[in-house]
């Protein structure tokens, strides 16, 4: 049973454009939501993270959105560009009494150049 | 600063074997854990560590197993390998719990 659903699988965007990428969840215990950059062979790398008590968080071209009570978040790559090309999981955990983090299946994102 | 480390890097064994995998937190981080991530989905949490006790386990079978060592380092060993047991194992390192760092990963392909 996946507790984080992601959205889409795959997307190609071209140089500058913008990626879009969803996930929505069922547990309202959940309070804190990271985004994760992975390249082929690599481990993930933290890209931002939000709790709930805000709605959006920006960090550089990247910004998570986040829709409390339609239990969604999404994160915008903005002036997208190749070396963006990965694979991007977002996930969700119970901070402080679970930290187990709970991952959607990955979005695999090219930019064309 | 080191982030976390993984060893080995990769590691090929036949069914049946057992396998012991490594990690090395980011120094002062006191909590380790555990993912598995086969090819095309996202990693799956196995174990989490805190100051040398389990904090969770996930759906794993018996055959899996961890501990965590006074220096905060961690093993990940495996018992009668199966086919389905090969993926990347990755070991993720925080200093409470909720913002983890991940390490590159050991391969393990068992055939």
């Known amino acids: 049973q996946q507790q984080v659903k992601q959205s889409p699988q795959s997307l190609i965007v071209q140089k500058g454009g913008i990626s879009i990428i969803n996930c929505a969840y069922e547990?309202?215990?959940?309070?804190?939501f990271p985004w994760y950059q992975q390249f082929p062979g690599k481990g993930p790398a933290l890209l931002i993270a939000?709790?709930?008590?805000?709605s959006e968080k920006k960090e550089g071209r990247f910004t998570i959105s986040f829709n409390k009570s339609a239990k969604q978040f999404s994160l915008h790559i903005m002036d997208s560009q190749p070396g963006d090309s990965a694979t991007y999981f977002c996930?969700?955990?119970?901070?402080?009494?679970?930290?187990?983090?709970?991952f959607g299946a990955g979005t695999t994102v090219t930019v064309r150049a | 600063d080191a982030g976390v480390t993984q060893s080995p890097t990769h590691l090929i064994k036949t069914r049946g074997q057992h396998v012991t995998l490594r990690c090395s937190p980011i120094?002062?981080?006191?909590?380790v854990s555990w993912y598995q991530q086969v090819l095309g989905q996202g990693p799956q949490f196995i174990f989490q560590?805190?100051?040398?006790?389990?904090?969770g386990r996930g759906n794993f079978p018996d055959r899996f197993s961890a501990r965590q060592f006074p220096n905060y380092s961690s093993e990940l060993n495996v018992n009668a390998l199966l086919l389905g047991d090969s993926a990347l194992y990755l070991c993720?390192?925080?200093?409470?719990?909720?913002?983890?760092?991940f390490g590159p990963g050991t391969r393990l392909t068992v055939l």
């Open positions: 120094s002062g981080h006191k909590s």
């Open positions: 939000i709790r709930p008590d805000v």
């Open positions: 996930a969700a955990s119970m901070g402080s009494n679970d930290y187990k983090l709970s």
């Open positions: 560590y805190y100051e040398k006790e389990e904090r």
């Open positions: 993720a390192s925080s200093s409470r719990g909720d913002t983890q760092y």
């Open positions: 547990n309202t215990a959940f309070d804190y």
